[in-house]
């Protein structure tokens, strides 16, 4: 049984002063409460308005933002309406930090918002907390239409009532308080009970052709009249999602699968809402396949993996984490898997998701995201590549220009932004180490002369320039002492960066400088000459 079926007058400190039938607004003018309920001028019927409404919670997963993709390429490809609506009616979970957190995912990934917090809109306020009255107007409408009614029974009783029966004490709430008398509601006031408000379930079939998963269908009778209020009168989920989706003229709704359970209940309660004059129709559904991580389990906020913000850390850039996602579930062709968001629109259909589950493959998201940023303009990658490195405290000492030239090294090299760092932190001294293995390695006694051998062609460059530098270093290495390149120059690397793994090092030399070169070759050669004499 859950919650919201699980209680009606326990732990519950005040009630609604003024939910009693007979005290309802019967004769409340449809004109005016919907004018009331925030109603704007209607677009035309043929206009596409999807939502994305996340409670602000925790930190933005990769479902999540799935999600808000699928609705805003929807909204883009049909040219209709992308409304962000934040359903934070939960003070206990709900957070300044997460909202703060959602408005920071969505900027960052360029999921701009048509409609919603920050932007406004015609169906203002777009964030539940702050909808209160026009649910209250609702719930008054529904209760003195019959479609909701009162219900006092408590969790207890309903198991009583199961287990008497001979049913399964566990059903749910079983409907007892539909046709309560004014007496008998009167008697339970007296004891000091705080009724929920039930909507009153169809005695049919609810069925709806989903835009992913076809027609489905729920028999009459499986879904008990539901809960819309908690005893306090305090609005709960399953009332407010519908309202605002009624009132903002929302046209199809796309979420994830989880909760497809729970549409045959709005299903009934949006039937209720255009009966009683708020709504105008039951918009499409379509129901998002699951995300699943490792062991082929749903994704969960606790996997490292559904964590957007890892991602970002890592040095995903945005089209690289959105084209992986769009995969999840969806695809242009087989043959197709790397596109961008201009591509995503033009060929996005919800009719065209797939049902079935999607795994989330992070060496499948990794190789999207380096073909992403090999794809990036040059001057582009370096602007995001030193916006990166800046976050994170990577720091280079190269001004502009020469910082843009080491980007060039690197851009074909990585697969997010923060490999980038593993390869060009050698340019600052400060963070500057000879890695172990490498050193154990390649300065050993023989580098010795192999790395003399380099301090003199060096010293002997005139413009400190990448050619100048390969052509010192060819002759004196391999030409000279008659070396293979990689006998020749991984000493010379090793040295020069710290490690086996860099960018190409006659580049590297040219970035670094002839000072700071030569002091590393120095450096280097004392290792070696240190290894000779332990020897």
């Not at 005290?23 to 001028?41: E, I, K, M, Q």
């Not at 964590?307 to 995969?327: Q, S, T, V, W």
């Not at 995503?344 to 990794?366: E, G, I, L, T, W």
Request: net charge negative.
């Amino acid at each position: 049984m859950n919650t919201a079926d699980a209680r009606s007058n326990l732990d519950t400190a005040d009630a609604r002063s003024n939910l009693d039938t007979a005290d309802a607004r019967s004769n409340l003018d449809t004109a005016d409460a919907r004018s009331n309920l925030g109603t704007a001028d209607a677009r035309s019927e043929l206009d596409t308005r999807v939502r994305f409404c996340p409670s602000p919670t925790g930190i933005p997963h990769v479902g999540l933002v799935r999600t808000a993709l699928f609705n805003w390429a929807y909204a883009r490809h049909t040219g209709g309406t992308f409304v962000f609506r934040i359903e934070d009616t939960d003070a206990q979970r709900d957070s300044a930090e997460s909202y703060a957190a959602i408005l920071d995912a969505l900027r960052w990934l360029g999921l701009d918002w048509d409609e919603g917090p920050e932007v406004g809109g015609p169906y203002e306020p777009y964030r539940q907390s702050q909808r209160s009255q026009i649910y209250r107007d609702v719930l008054e409408q529904l209760l003195a239409s019959g479609e909701a009614y009162e219900a006092y029974s408590t969790a207890e009783e309903v198991e009583a009532r199961h287990l008497a029966a001979g049913r399964n004490p566990k059903l749910g709430y079983d409907n007892f308080d539909r046709d309560l008398t004014g007496e008998q509601r009167a008697a339970f006031r007296a004891e000091g009970r705080k009724p929920v408000l039930r909507l009153r379930m169809p005695d049919a079939d609810l069925s709806w052709t989903d835009l992913v998963r076809g027609e489905t269908t729920f028999p009459a009778g499986s879904v008990p009249d539901f809960a819309l209020t908690r005893g306090s009168g305090d609005p709960l989920y399953t009332l407010v999602n519908p309202v605002d989706d009624a009132l903002m003229k929302i046209t199809h709704v796309l979420r994830g699968e989880d909760i497809m359970p729970s549409t045959p209940r709005q299903i009934a309660l949006y039937q209720a809402l255009i009966r009683i004059g708020v709504a105008e129709q039951v918009p499409q559904f379509a129901h998002l396949p699951s995300v699943l991580g490792d062991g082929n389990k749903k994704l969960s906020k606790r996997d490292p993996q559904s964590n957007l913000f890892l991602h970002r850390d890592r040095g995903f850039i945005p089209e690289g984490l959105l084209n992986y996602l769009a995969l999840l579930g969806w695809g242009i062709a087989d043959d197709h898997d790397v596109f961008g968001l201009d591509e995503m629109v033009a060929a996005f259909d919800v009719v065209n998701v797939n049902s079935n589950p999607a795994r989330f493959d992070q060496k499948k998201a990794d190789a999207i995201n380096a073909e992403h940023i090999r794809l990036l303009d040059e001057h582009d990658f370096a602007d995001r590549l030193s916006t990166f490195f800046a976050a994170h405290g990577h720091r280079t000492g190269l001004d502009d220009a020469r910082f843009a030239e080491a980007a060039k090294l690197v851009q074909t090299r990585i697969v997010v932004l923060g490999d980038a760092w593993e390869l060009l932190k050698f340019l600052d001294d400060d963070g500057f180490v000879l890695d172990d293995r490498a050193a154990a390695k390649e300065l050993r006694p023989a580098a010795v002369p192999v790395l003399s051998a380099a301090l003199e062609a060096l010293e002997g460059v005139g413009q400190w320039a990448t050619a100048a530098i390969e052509e010192a270093l060819k002759s004196a290495l391999v030409d000279g002492l008659e070396l293979k390149p990689r006998k020749a120059f991984g000493p010379v690397r090793v040295a020069v960066t710290g490690s086996s793994v860099s960018p190409p090092l006659f580049e590297s030399l040219e970035l670094l400088g002839r000072d700071r070169s030569l002091d590393r070759l120095r450096a280097g050669r004392d290792v070696a000459a240190a290894a000779a004499a332990e020897a």
